[in-house]
């Protein structure tokens, strides 16, 4: 893999990673169910809550994942 392949591949996954909300344990409250609504990175349903922790998420979960592949 050259240097442009690895740049894209690490582009598009760290663009795929969001800090949001997402509902864990579904369905929501809303939905009738017991779920609660989390914050944090709704590709790895991860539970995370301030932008710093976000960026040590694709720091040391994400970005190592990637170049191992």
Known sequence: ?????LLRALQREILRHQ???FVDEPPS???GGRGIVCPGCIA???KIF???QFM???A???LPKIIQQ
């Not at 893999?1 to 392949?5: A, L, P, V």
């Open 29 to 31: 409250m809303a939905q």
């Open 60 to 62: 040391y979960d994400v």
């Open 1 to 5: 893999m050259d240097r442009q392949e």
């Open 19 to 21: 800090f949001d909300t």
């Open 44 to 46: 790895c349903k991860k």
């Open 56 to 58: 040590e998420h694709i």
């Open 50 to 52: 301030t932008m710093p």
